[in-house]
């Protein structure tokens, strides 16, 4: 499910271009001024986009903008967005709710912001607030304070319910822009969105012929294409992996029904063979697009390093969603491993423990060690976020990777991890695997904040496998 989880920015990418349209164009170094979006006769406004996949309606995005009353009863501005997603995964319904607000004081300066989103038992929770000139941070997930930060004002576009706020002095036939955001929780960063217009066309939407300008938008590795009216009033815009959003109707709320369609389809890559018993698989020899891939299970050494381990220290790191600094994860990462200190053991004791307490269970969700901990269930992303925290903790260095792995008849996309004992060696606590079957084909390395790079990939994954045993 991790590739789903990126998707939701991107669908407040399209509805935030729908909702917010000012003028002059925002580059990472300029003052943020909300003036030219709210400063006009009639600021007030709303959208609704329908969310569809395989032409069956998962959810909707609405998004609006109104008034809102401070203490002393000036009247600033709210910015509203709510994200609702229904889906299932291997029979089991999933589904994503995001809902975010800022606040605009009578200046028209950035006051505060709040976003979540939450699935199932986990959920994540960004509130920013203005200090002069700067925007105070906090970071909860699961209800608990994972991260404080402060932010220069000027500088700072809160993701999420606005991602982004961005500016089209115009749109035209070659117009080519590019703007930036802020992703508050740390997982993209700052980073530029690229916008091109192509030459416009005619589409039809509720019967009605329109005049829209084609926009292709690139964020990292994802593409979207959005058409746009001359006005910038969005009818439809067509996300990664079949996605599709529409411009329609508010009243279709109440009629919508969620029939949770099963995605698990985008998750996975056909297979030209049939592997009976891939656990057991040694050597794998595939085309991977243009690329030749040969995969040997790995050989790992009789022992390891006595942990804490001095090199590769870059990955022993806390981060927002790896909190191996914490009481509970130090804690626990004790309890397991008792007096062991071979780090290579201690791995084994950390995966297996992991492997048999930790529930499988799809999420759609953005996992924190310390809720996995809490809530002790996952899929994949869940079970190596959390052994990494846990091996990180002890001092033994351990990074993420994403790649494919064969399952069921299957390529799925998959999380695994490595660990430097003395040298690095691959570990997957999803399957109880030192060293993984040789199924198990990276694609990107690094944290979670590095995982959106796996977007470039889906969809677009040929695989042929030419040799396994």
Same mark, same amino acid.
């Given at each position: ?22 003028e =002059? ?5 300029? /003052? ?6 709210? &400063? ?13 996949m ?27 967005? @709510? ?9 089991? +319904? ?5 809902? =975010? ?35 105070? %941070? ?19 576009? /809160?993701?999420?319910?606005?991602f982004p706020l961005?500016?089209? /002095?115009?749109?035209k ?7 930036g955001? $802020? ?5 993209? &960063? ?15 939407h509720? @019967? ?23 006005? &910038? ?6 996300? +990664? ?5 529409i411009? @329609? ?8 029904k ?16 049939? #592997?009976?018993?891939?656990?057991? !698989?040694?050597? !794998? ?9 040969? #995969? ?7 022992? *390891? ?9 870059? $990955?022993?790191?806390e ?18 491993? =008792? ?7 201690v791995? !084994? ?36 976020v ?22 069921? &008849? ?5 999380? $695994?991890?490595k660990v430097?004992i003395?040298?690095w060696?691959?570990?997957? +606590?999803?399957?109880?695997?030192? +060293?993984?079957?040789?199924?198990? !084909? ?10 959106? *790079?796996?977007? *470039? ?7 042929? %496998?030419?040799?396994?045993?």
């Open positions: 499910m991790k590739v789903l989880r990126f998707i939701i920015f991107f669908i407040w990418l399209v509805v935030m271009l729908a909702l917010l349209k000012k =002059g164009i925002l580059f990472f170094s300029q /003052p943020i001024s909300y003036y030219d979006i709210l &400063g006009k006769k009639d600021p007030y406004r709303e959208e609704y986009l329908g969310l569809y395989n032409d069956k309606k998962i959810g909707f995005s609405k998004s609006y903008i109104d008034a809102w009353t401070l203490e002393d009863d000036r009247v600033g501005f709210r910015i509203s967005n @709510e994200t609702r997603a229904f889906v299932s995964s291997l029979d089991i +319904p999933l589904s994503v709710n995001i809902v =975010g607000d800022i606040y605009i004081d009578d200046k028209y300066k950035l006051d505060s912001f709040e976003w979540k989103i939450s699935s199932g038992m986990y959920s994540i929770e960004a509130k920013g607030e203005r200090k002069e000139e700067k925007i105070e %941070v906090c970071i909860y997930s699961g209800g608990n304070l994972i991260k404080k930060e402060s932010f220069d004002a000027y500088d700072f576009i /809160p993701g999420g319910e606005i961005f500016s089209l /002095p115009s749109i036939e070659g117009a080519r822009y590019t703007i955001s $802020w992703d508050p929780f740390g997982i993209l &960063g700052k980073e530029r969105i690229v916008l091109k217009v192509h030459k416009a066309t005619t589409v039809t509720n @019967e009605e012929l329109f005049d829209v300008y084609p926009i292709e938008v690139t964020y990292q590795s994802i593409k979207a294409n959005i058409y746009a009216t001359k006005e &910038g009033k969005i009818l439809k815009a067509e996300l +990664p992996y079949g996605w599709v959003a411009a @329609e109707d508010k009243r279709k709320e109440r009629e919508f969620p029939e949770f369609p099963d995605i698990s389809i985008i998750a996975s890559i056909p297979s030209n063979v049939t #592997i009976e018993e891939p656990r057991k !698989i040694e050597y !794998i020899k595939a085309k991977l697009n243009d690329d030749i891939v040969e #995969i040997k299970k790995e050989i790992i050494p009789k022992n *390891g390093k006595n942990f804490p381990i001095k090199e590769e220290t870059e $990955w022993l790191e981060n927002l969603f790896v909190q191996s600094n914490s009481k509970e994860i130090k804690e626990k990462a004790c309890a397991i491993v =008792g007096e062991e200190k071979d780090s290579l053991k791995s !084994i004791l950390i995966m297996e423990w992991i492997y048999k307490n930790i529930r499988k269970k799809p999420s759609f969700s953005i996992p924190s060690a310390l809720e996995v901990l809490k809530n002790m269930s996952g899929d994949c992303n869940e079970h190596s959390l052994f990494t925290a846990l091996t990180r903790s002890l001092g033994i260095p351990t990074k993420m990777v994403a790649g494919i792995a064969y399952q069921d &008849g299957k390529f799925y996309y998959h999380n $695994w991890c430097f003395g040298e060696v691959s570990i997957d +606590p999803t399957f109880n695997q030192l +060293p993984p079957d040789a199924t198990h !084909i990276p694609l990107i390395e690094g944290d979670i904040d590095k995982q959106i *790079g796996l977007l *470039g990939y889906v969809g677009d994954v040929k695989l042929e %496998v030419f040799e396994y045993h």
